[in-house]
């Protein structure tokens, strides 16, 4: 299958600071990547939808300027907590769908764990 | 509204017995559904999608849209089948996926 890869898997960061993390696709173009929260033992909650060379469009809660989506290119998206905060501290989830298997499959990222001091 | 609906966050069995993860939605269109598993330290993987109506891993889960229900069932449950399994539906328009709240289901020996 398709393979999705994030980085960096973990990131320990002090409260205020800004992190950046990075979602690939491998062998595949993905105009639409998703970005996903997952709290501990919890279920995924969708935080919004990267569309390459557009606005993200974002879920209803989630704060647009707190989570910055930048889509540049068809194998890139990157999410940035902007002023991270304790509570922010997460595992954040990225998935795409290979279009090209046109089933509506989603293949996810590792997923990348933040921590904030 | 979407939505996803599993019940059950913990189901626990013994080895050889048979299994069924609850799983309801709610889709104002057609609906387009998915079940995901995680096991221990692993990404989210997809298991099967209704489309398909195939067997992965001795796991089937039929659609009834009367009662707008999507189970997960296998007859005989393994120890490897302890993970977390999360149903999902799918936006056609948006292709977004929308996750149940995910049971952990246990095969104990």
């Known amino acids: 299958g398709a393979v999705v890869s994030q980085h960096p898997s973990r990131v320990i960061c002090k409260s205020g600071t800004s992190v950046k993390i990075e979602c690939r696709s491998l062998?595949?173009?993905?105009?639409?990547m998703f970005w996903y929260r997952q709290f501990p033992k919890q279920s995924l909650m969708l935080m919004a939808t990267s569309n390459e060379g557009s606005k993200a469009t974002y879920e209803q809660g989630v704060e647009k300027d707190k989570f910055l989506i930048n889509h540049a290119s068809l194998t890139l998206s990157t999410l940035t907590v902007t002023s991270a905060h304790p509570e922010d501290s997460s595992f954040y989830i990225c998935?795409?769908?290979?279009?090209?298997?046109?089933?509506?499959?989603?293949?996810f990222g590792e997923g990348s764990r933040l921590t904030v001091l | 509204a979407q939505r996803v609906t599993q019940p059950e966050k913990l189901l626990s069995v013994f080895k050889g017995a048979p299994v069924e993860l609850k799983c309801n939605y709610s889709?104002?269109?057609?609906?387009?559904l998915f079940w995901y598993v995680q096991y221990s330290r692993q990404r989210l993987q997809l298991l099967l999608r209704h489309i398909s109506r195939e067997s992965i891993k001795g796991f089937t889960a039929d659609l009834n849209k009367g009662e707008t229900s999507f189970h997960l069932k296998k007859p005989f449950a393994q120890e490897e089948d302890s993970a977390m399994y999360y149903c999902?539906?799918?936006?056609?328009?948006?292709?977004?996926?929308?996750f149940g709240q995910g049971t952990t289901l246990q095969v104990k020996p």
């Open positions: 889709y104002s269109g057609s609906p387009e």
């Open positions: 999902a539906l799918s936006s056609s328009n948006t292709g977004k996926l929308i």
């Open positions: 062998d595949f173009q993905a105009t639409t």
């Open positions: 998935s795409a769908g290979d279009r090209r298997g046109n089933t509506g499959e989603l293949f």
